[in-house]
């Protein structure tokens, strides 16, 4: 019954490593995103993929890289970790893009740690 | 650019006291704005939010807030606190570009502890 589900929900990598995190929602929703978590609890938004379309991309380095097969998934690929990758990586959809009147369901998040 | 602003990083109530957290908005146009709570280890979980009408607005687990206006502000209340309300609160507001889509910005969260 999870709503919004994200694998795995730990992950400890050595620097230079390539990981992927994968995030799955069953509420039917168009719109998914990725946000980051660091140190200072502070959420930023990274990506969001509508009905399988990037329409954010914020201020991430190339290494990472989304990918939604289908409007129900989106994956985040990282390339070359490094030690500053290390936060909390949450998944979150929500029914449209635009819609004001609704907020996001989120994940439990995936806690990367970077050695 | 929307944003909000949480102006403590703390907030310590005593069990069964009224608590208040602090959030104030920058928006251009309509305010859509939601309060958050992190429990630890968790995600976070929608507690409620204001778009238009009554600007008092009830949420989850007896949460409510205020809209107001003039002050720019959405604080968080709840009339008698848990020990288990403590957690990490976030105000958000929903930042919509027609053509890029939406996004929800929060602000820097606030650290609530509920001590019996």
């Known amino acids: 019954d999870t709503a919004v589900s994200q694998t795995p929900k730990y992950l400890v990598t050595q620097m230079g490593n390539d990981k992927s995190i994968k995030c799955e929602q069953n509420?039917?929703?168009?719109?998914m995103y990725w946000y980051k978590q660091d140190s200072k609890k502070f959420l930023k938004i990274m990506f969001s993929y509508n009905n399988k379309e990037l329409i954010i991309n914020e201020t991430v380095p190339n290494r990472f890289s989304p990918k939604s097969p289908d409007k129900a998934h989106l994956n985040l690929h990282i390339n070359s970790l490094e030690l500053g990758d290390s936060a909390v990586y949450f998944c979150?959809?929500?029914?449209?893009?635009?819609?004001?009147?609704?907020?996001?369901?989120f994940g439990s998040g995936t806690r990367l740690t970077v050695v | 650019a929307q944003s909000v602003a949480q102006p403590e990083d703390q907030v310590n109530v005593a069990e069964g006291n009224p608590l208040t957290v602090k959030c104030t908005y920058s928006v251009s146009g309509n305010p859509y704005l939601f309060w958050y709570v992190q429990y630890p280890n968790r995600g976070l979980q929608f507690l409620l939010k204001?778009?238009?009408?009554?600007?008092l607005v009830k949420g989850s687990y007896g949460f409510e807030a205020e809209f107001n206006k003039s002050q720019t502000s959405f604080h968080l209340k709840k009339p008698s606190a848990l020990v288990s309300d403590s957690a990490l609160y976030f105000c958000?507001?929903?930042?919509?570009?027609?053509?890029?889509?939406?996004?929800?910005?929060f602000g820097q969260g606030t650290e609530l502890s509920v001590k019996p």
């Open positions: 509420l039917g929703h168009d719109t």
């Open positions: 979150a959809s929500s029914p449209t893009p635009t819609g004001p009147t609704y907020g996001y369901t």
């Open positions: 958000a507001v929903r930042d919509i570009k027609y053509n890029q889509g939406g996004k929800l910005i």
């Open positions: 204001y778009i238009t009408g009554d600007n």
